[in-house]
């Protein structure tokens, strides 16, 4: 099979058509989500707000640390968690 001069001006402009449509979708999409943020998105947060999340987050983060830490010692050691009284 020869590839003749048609064949291959056929297959060149197709393959700009398509590389160009898959950017301008591209665009197209990203300009869409960045409406979609923009209009529905999260309003702006007051700095108090903003550093209250920040703190809270940071504790919550502290508090897994701690959990994750003793019960990684708890298994290295093989010591056993105690039991739950019943009450009696």
Do not use: C, H, Q
């Amino acid at each position: 099979m020869t590839f003749d001069a048609d064949i291959i001006e056929k297959g060149l402009s197709l393959t700009v058509i398509g590389v160009s449509t898959a950017f301008a979708l591209l665009l197209v999409l990203s300009f869409g989500v960045w409406t979609v943020g923009k209009f529905f998105g999260p309003k702006e947060v007051a700095e108090d707000a903003a550093d209250s999340s920040s703190e809270e987050r940071r504790d919550k983060a502290l508090a897994a640390a701690i959990a994750v830490s003793a019960l990684r010692e708890i298994r290295d050691n093989s010591a056993t968690l105690p039991t739950p009284s019943s009450g009696e």
